[in-house]
């Protein structure tokens, strides 16, 4: 994914699935500068972690 996708989903009304190595996550933001997001797994979203933003999936 790129960062332009990332912030088309950031704005959208629409529920996007997106996942990062097979796990269903929710992106929280993004960082254009660095190319990283911060995300959370959808089941757990006390959690985020921040992730290049190149391996998210649609």
Not at 17 to 26: C, F, L, Q
Not at 43 to 52: A, D, I, K, R, S
């Given at each position: 994914m790129d960062v332009k996708r990332v912030k088309q989903i950031l704005s959208s009304p629409a529920n996007i699935?997106?996942?990062?190595?097979?796990?269903?996550?929710?992106i929280e933001s993004c960082d254009e500068e660095?190319?990283?997001a911060q995300v959370h797994d959808i089941?757990?979203?006390?959690?985020?972690?921040?992730?290049?933003i190149s391996e998210l999936q649609e």
């Open positions: 699935p997106v996942s990062y190595n097979g796990v269903s996550v929710w660095s190319a990283v089941t757990n979203p006390h959690e985020t972690v921040q992730v290049n």
